[in-house]
């Protein structure tokens, strides 16, 4: 049984008029598509392009937790000579060509890389080096206090 606002006559899916359907629109073309059919189309196409979106996030994601060219680059630049940051005081270097430094140095080991560290300045290292070696890539002197009492 049909509702009450049910139209006498369905409406056409091509125009929207009234009195005829899709099938027998006289206004429609040969080989032309409906709106809805045009709709639908450009729905695929959007997660077509959804997809291939995330597909290339994945793939540049894979890349950067792979390891870059640059991070490499960086760190045999690192690695070639001490790091100083260009702001720090100037670096003073003793007779044999090693950075005297006035802050106790440490040992760490950072992005693959050890390091011998003291203050601003980053001395790489070989991996098994002990604390004990460390002189023979720093130069530690301790700070003379001048202020007396």
């Known amino acids: 049984?049909?509702?009450?606002?049910?139209?006498?006559?369905?409406?056409?899916?091509?125009?929207?008029?009234?009195?005829?359907?899709?099938?027998t629109c006289p206004t429609k073309q040969v080989g032309a598509k409906s709106a809805a059919s045009t709709l639908l189309f450009q729905r695929v196409i959007r997660r077509e392009l959804r997809i291939?979106?995330?597909?290339?996030?994945?793939?540049?994601?894979?890349?950067?937790n792979?390891?870059?060219?640059?991070?490499?680059?960086k760190?045999?630049?690192?690695?070639?000579?001490?790091v100083v940051i260009p702001d720090a005081p100037k670096q003073v270097f003793d007779a044999a060509g090693i950075p005297v430094v006035d802050v106790?140095?440490?040992i760490s080991k950072i992005a693959d890389q050890t390091y011998a560290i003291a203050g601003s300045?980053?001395?790489?290292?070989?991996?098994?080096?002990q604390l004990s070696d460390v002189a023979a890539f720093l130069s530690y002197v301790?700070?003379?206090s001048t202020v007396t009492r």
């Not at 760190?75 to 001490?82: G, I, M, V």
């Open 121 to 129: 300045t980053w001395v790489p290292v070989p991996d098994d080096t």
């Open 66 to 73: 792979a390891g870059s060219a640059f991070r490499k680059k």
């Open 1 to 23: 049984m049909a509702r009450s606002n049910t139209p006498k006559t369905y409406k056409c899916g091509f125009c929207a008029a009234l009195s005829h359907n899709a099938r």
């Open 104 to 106: 106790p140095p440490v």
């Open 142 to 144: 301790p700070r003379i």
């Open 52 to 64: 291939q979106k995330k597909q290339e996030e994945a793939t540049k994601k894979a890349a950067r």
């Open 75 to 82: 760190a045999s630049k690192l690695a070639s000579s001490p």
